[in-house]
């Protein structure tokens, strides 16, 4: 079992910044290739961005690309996605989540994902 917990979500100017983190705790961090979601009101839930368990490889939705950062702290068994140059449409709530069985063409489908956290709300003001 694997819990997640978000956190560092709010609000934000167009153009502004944010760092969101997901502690893990409970089995070994290191097994789990962790992604991030999000879903906005009235939308389906899509994939931002993944990286492997061992922190190697990195995958990004084309709509954050170049914009945003996923990273991983082992030893704070930790998953970061800082998010720069927010527009207002990636206003949502931002789910972190758990893969055990990393595959880099299916890092996109939630489907995948063993375990999630409970969401953090990020809003982008125009």
């Known amino acids: 079992q694997v819990q997640l917990v978000e956190s560092g979500g709010g609000l934000v100017q167009a153009g502004g910044s944010l760092r969101l983190s997901c502690a893990a705790s409970?089995?070994?961090?290191?097994?789990?290739?962790m992604g991030w979601f999000r879903q906005a009101p009235g939308k389906e839930r899509e994939f931002v961005a993944a990286?492997?368990?061992?922190?190697?490889?990195?995958h990004y939705a084309n709509s954050v690309k170049g914009r945003f950062t996923i990273s991983k702290d082992a030893a704070k068994n930790t998953v970061y996605l800082q998010m720069t140059s927010l527009k207002p449409e990636d206003t949502a709530v931002y789910y972190c989540?758990?893969?055990?069985?990393?595959?880099?063409?299916?890092?996109?489908?939630?489907?995948?994902?063993?375990?999630w956290g409970q969401g953090t709300q990020v809003t982008v003001s125009s």
């Open positions: 990286i492997s368990c061992s922190g190697g490889n990195q």
């Open positions: 409970g089995r070994t961090f290191v097994n789990y290739a």
């Open positions: 989540a758990a893969d055990s069985q990393y595959h880099p063409m299916r890092v996109g489908m939630s489907l995948r994902y063993d375990y």
